[in-house]
């Protein structure tokens, strides 16, 4: 068993860096890029439509804009965390794969080549995703009234417990699971 562990453990140390700084850096610059955008949009959208702005108390709007300014750095956070625990465990579980397929001579660069391509695409998809269904729905928002002609009141006693809920979830939830996969990851090769 412990020889094979020695490609998973090699591989995870190689390639950490690279991809921690990559995930990082890619997923950072989307949400810092957008991040000006929706503060634009969402000003748009109350001036467009008076009903929603006059809703609006100064209070109310103090505690977005203290919400908003706290939003990206939970996010490069989140990204910091993700881009760690894929470039740790991604080449030992692709090194896992590829010895599982018999490439013993290979089976570390495949791991990093596999590792590599991955992170490039969870940028990219990462991208897509917010790209697409950011600017869709903001249109949507934008363009279109509501079907009765009566606005969905959102109460605001509800958002700070789902951002806390959200954050609880990123900070705790991932680093569970890349425990336990850690863990796991010695067990597989029986």
Not at 63 to 73: A, E, I, R, T
Not at 103 to 126: A, M, Q, W
Not at 183 to 188: A, G, L, Q, V
């Amino acid at each position: 068993m412990y020889p094979l562990l020695i490609p998973f453990v090699v591989s995870g140390i190689m390639m950490f860096p690279v991809v921690f700084l990559v995930i990082t850096f890619g997923i950072s610059v989307i949400i810092l890029g957008l991040f000006a955008y929706s503060l634009l949009s969402y000003l748009l959208l109350c001036f467009e439509h008076e009903a929603i702005w006059s809703r609006i108390e100064a209070r109310a709007l103090h505690l977005h804009s203290h919400l908003c300014n706290s939003m990206p750095p939970v996010g490069i956070a989140c990204a910091v965390f993700g881009g760690a625990a894929y470039g740790l465990l991604a080449p030992m579980f692709a090194t896992f794969q590829a010895i599982e397929e018999g490439k013993r001579t290979n089976s570390i660069t495949d791991g990093i080549c596999s590792t590599l391509k991955g992170s490039f695409t969870i940028i990219r998809d990462f991208l897509d995703v917010c790209l697409f269904s950011y600017f869709s729905i903001m249109d949507e928002l934008r363009h279109q009234g509501p079907a009765e002609g009566k606005y969905y009141e959102i109460r605001l006693i509800y958002v700070p417990q789902a951002l806390i809920a959200g954050v609880l979830g990123a900070f705790v939830d991932f680093p569970v699971i890349s425990i336990i996969a850690l863990c796991k990851s010695p067990y597989m090769l029986f």
